[in-house]
């Protein structure tokens, strides 16, 4: 195999020292049609989620706002209905109340109450009493008050 030419060694004309090891960790395309690298803008970042976040909290915090006023309503009621309910039954009864009936609570002149099953309408042009309000009987022997005197 004397006679067989040797081939020169393969010499690479980049510079060794020019050439990355690793390129995928450059911080720039290390090629030419390699997709452009931006640097983050990391104060643009920050405020769109600082954005987004205040967005989703604020949304949050009127849910929970609305549920709060819906509760604090409710509570009002169930109190107005105790009060109501401790007038009606410190009142004169010369009857049984039963539960889904409709009764009028009146005031005698002296001030005591009075509950009854005649309405207004039925007592004539003189009623003996002051109406105060419609009021019906709920299962948990509350009572509700469906109209009320115009004071």
């Known amino acids: 195999m004397e006679g067989e030419k040797k081939e020169p060694e393969f010499e690479n004309p980049i510079d060794g020292k020019k050439v990355a090891s690793h390129p995928h960790r450059l911080p720039y395309a290390h090629e030419r049609g390699s997709a452009v690298i931006r640097p983050v803008d990391r104060g ?3 405020g769109l989620a600082m954005t987004s976040m205040y967005e ?3 949304m ?3 849910q929970i706002r609305a549920q709060m006023e819906l ?3 409710q509570a009002n009621e169930i109190h ?5 309910s401790e007038r009606i039954y410190e009142a004169e009864m010369s009857i049984e109340p039963l539960v889904n ?3 009028y609570l009146y ?3 002296n001030g005591s109450s009075v509950l009854s099953l005649v309405s207004p309408a039925e007592w004539g042009p003189r009623p003996p009493f002051d109406y105060l309000a419609t009021v019906k009987l709920l299962g948990d022997h509350t009572w509700e008050v469906i109209e009320r005197r115009e004071a």
């Open 44 to 46: 643009k970042t920050t």
């Open 80 to 84: 107005h209905r105790m009060t109501v």
């Open 107 to 109: 005031a005698r002149r």
């Open 101 to 103: 009936r409709t009764y």
């Open 60 to 62: 949050q915090l009127d």
């Open 56 to 58: 989703q909290t604020n």
């Open 71 to 73: 509760l604090a309503t």
